[in-house]
């Protein structure tokens, strides 16, 4: 699996977007970036995922290099439920599973 | 659509026993994984399961099994329950398990072990 680096943590003033990086330096050409976020003691829920393309949805959208050895997730407005722990991850075609690291604990504050 | 719903959502055991919790999935998916996670080792795999067959294993020991029904839903079990296995269990479902197909994660189901 391609492993992906990500600040431990970040702050974000709500309203404003927050961009969060993730590095994933020796991505194959068919893994695809995936992000979820999980509030505290919760189940992670899935944001958003991407594999040359940017993509965009309600919730977020994914900004992915040309090289696709780095990606960036943007929440455009943050808001106090904002406040997680979110996690970059590169898929494997034929993996079956989800590896997660540690994430970017982000805090939005009023 | 409902979501992926996990029974029981809180257990307590003690070391010794055996526990089984249950997955059921998203209507219309086929797969089914199980994850452990815990403060210390973060989330980590354990199995996954599509047409009730075992696909994938983590590495846990024997002592974590599951299973999968006709109908999708799924079962895990650990028996000889030790204290480390105190952990949040989650399932998630997808379509097929395929990269391209999103996992979507029930609630969990938190283990305490005494």
């Known amino acids: 699996d391609a492993k992906t680096t990500q600040p431990t943590s970040m702050d974000c003033a709500e309203g404003r977007a927050a961009n969060l990086p993730c590095n994933h330096s020796?991505?194959?050409?068919?893994?695809?970036v995936y992000w979820y976020r999980q509030i505290h003691s919760q189940g992670p829920q899935y944001i958003i995922h991407?594999?040359?393309n940017n993509e965009t949805n309600e919730m977020a959208s994914l900004i992915i290099t040309e090289d696709r050895k780095s990606s960036t997730l943007i929440l455009p407005h943050a808001t106090l439920r904002d406040t997680a722990v979110y996690y970059c991850?590169?898929?494997?075609?034929?993996?079956?599973?989800?590896?997660f690291g540690a994430g970017t604990t982000v805090t939005v504050r009023a | 659509k409902a979501g992926v719903t996990q029974t029981p959502r809180y257990l307590i055991k003690t070391r010794g026993q055996q526990v089984t919790l249950s997955c059921s999935p998203i209507s219309g998916h086929r797969s089914v994984s199980w994850y452990q996670q815990t403060p210390g080792q973060g989330l980590q795999f354990l199995f996954e399961?599509?047409?009730?067959?075992?696909?994938n294993k983590g590495n846990f020991p024997g002592r974590f099994s599951g299973r999968q029904f006709s109908n999708s839903r799924s079962e895990m079990n650990v028996s000889t329950l030790e204290l480390g296995d105190s952990a949040l269990y989650l399932c998630a479902s997808s379509l097929r398990g395929l990269v391209a197909d999103t996992q979507y994660f029930g609630p969990g189901t938190r283990l305490t072990v005494l």
């Open positions: 020796t991505i194959s050409g068919n893994e695809y």
């Open positions: 991407g594999l040359k």
């Open positions: 399961y599509f047409s009730e067959t075992q696909r």
């Open positions: 991850i590169v898929r494997v075609r034929d993996d079956y599973k989800l590896s």
